[in-house]
């Protein structure tokens, strides 16, 4: 595990990684349950900084620019 500053970084096999993928894909208690969060195969609340929607609009607009996608939509005219 390695800490920096407030965050945590929990590192995974690729196995481990997959494994909630797998079980919200396969997991018949999960069915109808669409836009629930999940950590380590259960049901988690999301961090509140996740339904910020200032944060939400910052992390928009530094993934646009990160992605260049001006350059992008030129192509399509």
């Known amino acids: ?34 836009g629930s969060y999940l950590s380590n195969c259960r049901e988690t609340a999301v961090s509140p900084k996740a339904n910020d929607q200032e944060v939400q609009n910052k992390l928009w607009s530094i993934m646009l620019s990160l992605l260049e996608v001006e350059k992008f939509a030129d192509l399509l005219e």
């Open 1 to 34: 595990m390695i800490i920096l500053s407030d965050v945590t970084f929990n590192f995974q096999t690729p196995q481990q990684g997959a494994e909630t993928i797998v079980h919200a894909c396969l997991a018949s208690d999960l069915e109808g349950c669409g």
